[in-house]
């Protein structure tokens, strides 16, 4: 909501329900363009009824030129959320993951994070990211931060802290985007977009207690194949060199909603599993009128087909079990998990609804001790542009 010179906001984040705060208020603040066009100022404060702690948070982002852009930020935030899942409506602050939740927000960690960074466009379809990134993880819920003493006995970790250096280079060929003042929104490429990132851990600075590196490449494709639709597809893999307690491996990204998201496993719950070396597929087609334009009656509905297919593969090393052990509810990727799926979307225009089957792990147990899903049907709002 727009007030002049700020904005006050927003509506997706103003109320949360999690083991630890319990029911959850959120109000963030920034200055809207009325009050500058370079540069943005933001804040956020959050208050639990459970654990009657106030978080809060603030980050200033300076926009130091349109064209190429340049934009340079500073943040610091004190805030509950879950590691492992996607920080879009499945975020730990979003309503969504209240309202659609199908499992609950139960292994929190409280983080402590301040970065510094630098983002860039340049005039050769490359851009940069850059940064230097401080954070403290304090588990809260569910969360078992463990490790074995001396003597072999179980002991708990109260903190992990880590200071690292993070740069990334992504290659976009015609990237195309729909742009505000500060954000922009990506409509992706006929080329493929290709990212590489580089994440060094470096101990005893600020109190980091871990030295190790980290590699994360992403490649996302949407070639063209004329009548039969759209296909977009997106392969990632990564590393990670050293030897470190789970939090800072891979935490293979779950679900646990009634909303799709797109670029995660679907029907993977929390923390099931975690990697330090992985690779991962996810094709996606979208049949657009092919098979529904055909039939009378239903062709007036404009409706269209989609199927998916998702594949993620993996290996744990014995090695970090020295820094901390596996939670009793996560398990190694001994071979690929898979699953598919296949829906309808542009129900009323902005509606996707899929059927989304789990083929393999089937006889994995929640922590509640109850059955992982098998099979689910999840929606999302979609518009295609």
Known sequence: WRAGPIEIGNMGSLYNRNQVEGHRFMLSLRSSNFWSKRVEISTFGIYGLGDREFKYGASLRWKMKSDPRTMF???????IEQLGIRSSVGDIGSSFSTLFSLGPLDKLTMVNNASVSLERDWRIDMRTFNQV????????????????????DTMDVNSLTTFQIRNQVMFTRDEKFVNGQFDRLSLGSRYPIIS??????IKDVLGSEYDFHRLDFVWTHRPKIGNLGKIEYTVVAGKVFGTVPYPFLNVHQGNQTLYIQRSTMNLLNYYEFISDEWVGVNFEHRLMGLIFDRIPLINKLKLRTVWSAKMIVGRYNERHNEEMLLPSYSHELRHPYYEVSAGIENIMKCLRVDAIWRLNYLDHVTVQGNPVSKFGVKFVFAFDF
């Open 73 to 79: 930020r500073v943040a610091y935030k004190k805030r």
């Open 133 to 152: 990134e401080w954070k403290k993880f304090i588990p809260l819920g569910n969360s078992e931060y463990k490790r074995l003493d001396i003597d072999g």
């Open 196 to 201: 590489l990132t580089h994440t060094w851990a």
